[in-house]
């Protein structure tokens, strides 16, 4: 076998060994919250973490996501904008104790800068609040004019 042959294996085998290798060391608990939570929303410490850190639903869609389509499917008059980038509106959410998403089952999500189309083709800024249930990945929608 040539030399630069075996030099090509050993090097080879060497980053194989390199890549299977972790690098980061232990994890801390605050990652292995984290995943925990990525994972399943009963994990996740409040609402914030089940907005922003849990996967989501049916095939990873998030509450987010799930909200503005359903709220998209109640659009009478065209399609509705949502403000910043796509899938990233409601992000406003009850987050005290007293409405907590771990003891309802429920995650109220809300979004003030919604605009919808009305009756005279005009885009209308709306109040969109969505009750995600987090145990049947459902999403209630309540639109209202502002």
Not at 82 to 111: D, K, Q, R, V
């Amino acid at each position: 076998m040539p030399v630069s042959m075996l030099l090509g294996a050993a090097a080879l085998l060497f980053i194989i060994a390199i890549a299977g290798c972790d690098q980061s060391g232990p994890q801390t608990p605050e990652q292995l919250q984290v995943e925990a939570c990525h994972a399943d929303w009963r994990k996740c410490r409040d609402n914030k973490e089940i907005v922003y850190t849990w996967a989501g639903g049916r095939g990873g869609i998030t509450p987010r996501v799930t909200c503005e389509f359903a709220a998209n499917d109640l659009a009478k008059y065209g399609t509705p904008e949502w403000p910043g980038f796509p899938a990233y509106s409601f992000n406003n959410f009850f987050s005290s104790t007293s409405e907590s998403a771990l003891a309802t089952g429920h995650l109220i999500l809300i979004e003030t800068e919604a605009r919808f189309q009305n009756a005279f083709g005009a885009m209308a800024r709306v109040r969109v609040t969505c009750d995600y249930n987090l145990n049947n990945k459902t999403a209630m929608v309540h639109i209202e004019q502002r």
